[in-house]
């Protein structure tokens, strides 16, 4: 059996990370995680379900409407790069544990609030607990999951992405329209919280990276001086302008675009997210195949991403002006393609950036990607004071999606490991 040398010395088998025990274990992990996107997910998109209802309840602008839609992000974007260092500097476990709790309790507490004031703060307080998320996600799966089983693991948590928002849709909608919105965020706060316990009983603890080794000293400065993560920063970009403009706008479209009842829009809302899910996992495993076969990582995630996202664009569009009879079809392929895409765009990342890095190439990279969800609401609420329609916000989503194509193709390097013992060397 061929085996390899580790920096400590010791020598060990080139899969032992496929060991059964392991393998059993990281499975139930890639449970929690793919459920804990779900509900994170639902938490950042549950205020968009109410929106009609507080808009309404506050007699705010869709100005300000936009403006409390985007609260989560400033302190979630923000805190992107220190989230990517804690979870490389200390125990993933324990950081994710107190991020879930903080975001938990915020969602609760929300439920309690009067006031556009209150509001925005809870949804601040939201994203600080929100911010370690991905950077955990790529952190655990990058270091834990061999690149021929990294398509699948992120379609996981690219499915609980999806599936968060069109639970929240399908059940919250309806659950808003019997009870109101305040009985849906406390109860889902609270119910969350039973999430920690199977997190810190299966989730084992992470082993610190060597202070002497030459890849702990790599810092957000030499990520920077890839060319590839500047790539990969524009197409995260791309992709989140594209998911928070549904997210955060979507159930309003339907119901005062459309005229859709809550009930209604619950339905074609939460087709959308479930055909977005599907969709994640299926081409995240046949990538995953594809590899398998003899594929080149760069190829098969390259091409599927981009692929996705020009699909992506096109349906939106069309959903932006398609007749009332053709607008769920749209939607729909629009959430298929979406799905295509992002079960390779973390992927990629962390083939780039290797495990000891991928806490802060994903925190550089989210941290870029989520400016998209300050931009997507509040623009968009702009354009809706202004024109009183949604042709502007889907065209200007396309362009956008469209963009991050071009940089899959002519940005992003290949999909292969950074020397990070030349900082001179551009990948």
Known sequence: MTIVPLESGTLRP???QSRPADDRRMNLVLFLLGLSVL????????LSIAAPLIKDELNISGAQLGTLLAGFFYTYAFLQIPAGWLVDRFDAK????????????STAVTGLLHGFVALLVARVVLGIGESVAFPAYGKIIGTHFQESRRGFANAIVITGLALGP???MLVGGNVVDRFGWRPFFLVLGLAALLWLPPWWAW????????????KASIGVIEVLKRRSAWGTCLCQFSFNYASYFLVTWLPFYLTRGRHLSMSQMARVGGLVYLLFAA???????LSDRWIIAGASPTTV????????????????????IAPDGRLVPALALAGIFMGMSSCNIWAMTQTLAGSEVVGRWTGVQNFVGNFAGIVAPMLTGFLLDRTGHFYWAFFITTAVVWLGAISWVFIVGPIEPVDWTSHRQVA
């Open 94 to 105: 324990s950081v994710f544990g107190l991020g879930f709790f903080i975001w938990s309790a």
């Open 203 to 214: 989730m084992p603890r992470s082993t610190p990276q060597p202070k002497r080794t030459h």
């Open 279 to 285: 969709s994640a996992t299926i081409f995240g495993k």
């Open 301 to 320: 995630r390259k091409s599927l991403a981009t692929a996705g996202n020009v699909g992506m664009g096109a349906f939106l569009a069309l959903s932006g």
């Open 39 to 46: 509900i994170n997910y639902i938490d950042r998109s549950n």
């Open 166 to 168: 069109a639970l929240g």
């Open 14 to 16: 080139p899969d032992l």
